[in-house]
């Protein structure tokens, strides 16, 4: 008989999430507080919390090809909690920033979000991602019932927002950040179906919408 994940599995996978993704937060930022991070910690923190990121950012959207391909359903419930972490370690890499390289300097973040395209789409795929975190219970899926499903397509914006934020903000050799780019895009073409019905779907009510008033544009 074919293996079949039940709900035991899954709290047991849960719990490893849990703990793997805790964990190194956790130690991390206690280095940092003995000042056992190497000779440059802010450094040292931003690039561990902004790896980490976008690695959950990528196991998440990895979940539902995975139990398609593998035909385990209960697999899906395990997403919402590597987004969730996709979230904290953003957060956490966003606060050190905002903390130790800007002071709190709030007048100095906006001119950085201004001056500095990569800073802008880092900050958009931030609010993105909040936006996702705010949404993600079982209270706002009823509430918006429909729209929840095209609000939160928009995840698919914020993995090439982080690729992009990624490739920007390195000043010398690029692989790393194209080794990413490359696992975004395969995790991507595995809903060229559905981005391509989305697509359509757009072009077609922009169409009725240029024949129903043909001075608009
Ligand atoms: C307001 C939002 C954000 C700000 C201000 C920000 C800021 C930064 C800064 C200052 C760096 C270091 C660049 C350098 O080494 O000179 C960086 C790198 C990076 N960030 Fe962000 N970031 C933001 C959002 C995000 C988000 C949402 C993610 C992922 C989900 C992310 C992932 C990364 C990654 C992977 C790197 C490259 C690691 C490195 O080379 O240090 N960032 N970011």
Do not use: C
């Amino acid at each position: 008989m074919a293996f079949r994940l039940n709900s035991k599995h899954i709290i047991v996978l849960k719990t490893v999430i849990h703990l793997a993704a805790l964990m190194p937060l956790i130690y991390t930022f206690y280095l940092a507080s003995i000042d056992q991070l190497g000779a440059d910690p802010v450094k040292a923190l931003l690039y561990f919390s902004g790896i980490s990121a976008f690695n959950l950012l990528l196991l998440s959207l990895l979940v539902s090809p995975l139990a398609k391909k593998l035909r385990q359903g209960l697999l899906i419930n395990v997403r919402r909690l590597l987004g969730l972490y996709a979230f904290t370690y953003a957060l956490s890499h966003f606060l050190v920033y905002i903390l130790f390289e800007l002071q709190l300097n709030w007048g100095l973040l906006l001119s950085e979000i201004i001056k500095r395209p990569y800073i802008t789409v880092g900050f958009a795929a931030l609010l993105i991602l909040t936006a996702l975190t705010l949404t993600s219970t079982r209270a706002a899926q009823r509430k918006l019932k429909n729209k929840w499903q095209k609000l939160h397509n928009w995840v698919y914006l914020a993995v090439l927002l982080v690729a992009l934020h990624f490739i920007w903000s390195v000043k010398s050799d690029i692989t790393e950040p194209l080794i990413y780019w490359a696992m975004a895009l395969i995790l991507l073409a595995q809903r060229k179906t559905k981005l391509q019905q989305w697509w359509q779907k757009r072009a077609k009510n922009k169409q009725n919408k240029q024949t129903s008033d043909p001075f608009s544009n």
